[in-house]
């Protein structure tokens, strides 16, 4: 059986990604907020919860380190999604380190500390892994919001890092980088700001979560398997 592990599995996404792992017969262990509704069970809430859901306040270093403490007990991990991330609106006179720091926990210190674990595990099962990374058409072009820019921006880095890193280990690391995606997250984008961003969309339509998780799905496993270090964009042809 293989296990898949998926932060934010709550989340827009992060339901559609579980759905569809657990479609082609992956096990999904969830991570995301403590209290979140995935801790209610699978037969409860249907296809998109995971098998397994734990509670991890992301940017809180030691509980990363606890929620992989919880993971012992999982045979074999062959899969980490990093889809879990903060997007705040704090304007850029107005932003602290604090809030600076707190986006980059969530959207690139815990996705570090999970892949180098989880990367570690594998190796020591000789298991030929992979990790996927949910980064951002942001991360390339920028964002108003600048630790969620930067953050994405690390993301795509740490991606090709750890992908030139752990190639020699049979691991492989790619990244997503979609572009407007309808979740909750999407829904705080003011309309205007949105309607400016269909302009630079080909395809002048936002996303579906489902469109996500099949590439996703496909990084994930085999066909992919001549991949490593890609950033994939799924963006409906946004080019600048
Ligand atoms: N929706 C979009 O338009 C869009 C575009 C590009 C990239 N993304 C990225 O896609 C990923 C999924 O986002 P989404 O659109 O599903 O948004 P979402 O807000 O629906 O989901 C984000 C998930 O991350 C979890 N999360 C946030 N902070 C956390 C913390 N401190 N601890 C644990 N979990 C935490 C949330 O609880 C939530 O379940 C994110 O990394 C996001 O940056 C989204």
Not at 13 to 29: K, L, S
Not at 74 to 79: G, I, L
Not at 130 to 159: C, D, E, F, H, Q
Request: glycine share 10%; aromatic share 4%; charged share 20%.
């Amino acid at each position: 059986m293989r296990t898949c592990v998926l932060t934010g599995s709550h989340g827009g996404m992060g339901r559609a990604i579980c759905a569809e792992m657990r479609r082609v017969g992956y096990r999904v262990v969830g991570i995301d907020r403590p209290g979140s509704a995935s801790q209610t069970s699978a037969s409860e809430r249907g296809e998109d919860a995971p098998d397994r859901f734990i509670g991890c306040d992301l940017t809180d270093m030691d509980a990363v380190r606890e929620a992989l403490g919880a993971l012992d007990d999982e045979a074999a991990v062959t899969t980490l999604v990093n889809c879990a991330g903060l997007y705040e609106k704090i304007g850029v006179f107005d932003l602290t380190l604090e809030d600076l720091d707190r986006v980059l926990a969530v959207n690139l210190r815990a996705p570090f500390l999970l892949s180098q674990e989880l990367a570690r595990r594998m190796v020591a099962a000789g298991i030929a892994g992979s990790i996927v990374n949910i980064a951002s058409i942001n991360g390339k072009l920028g964002s108003p919001m600048i630790p969620y820019g930067t953050s994405k921006a690390g993301l795509i880095g740490l991606t090709r890092s750890m992908a030139r890193t752990l190639a020699p280990y049979g691991i492989r690391v790619n990244a997503i980088a979609p572009g407007t995606i309808d979740t909750p997250m999407a829904a705080d984008v003011n309309p205007v700001q949105m309607e400016r961003q269909m302009h630079s969309v080909a395809m002048a339509r936002v996303g579906k979560p489902s469109e996500i998780a099949t590439v996703v799905r496909f990084l994930a496993g085999e066909e992919a398997s001549y991949m490593t270090g890609s950033i994939v964009d799924v963006a409906g042809g946004w080019m600048s």
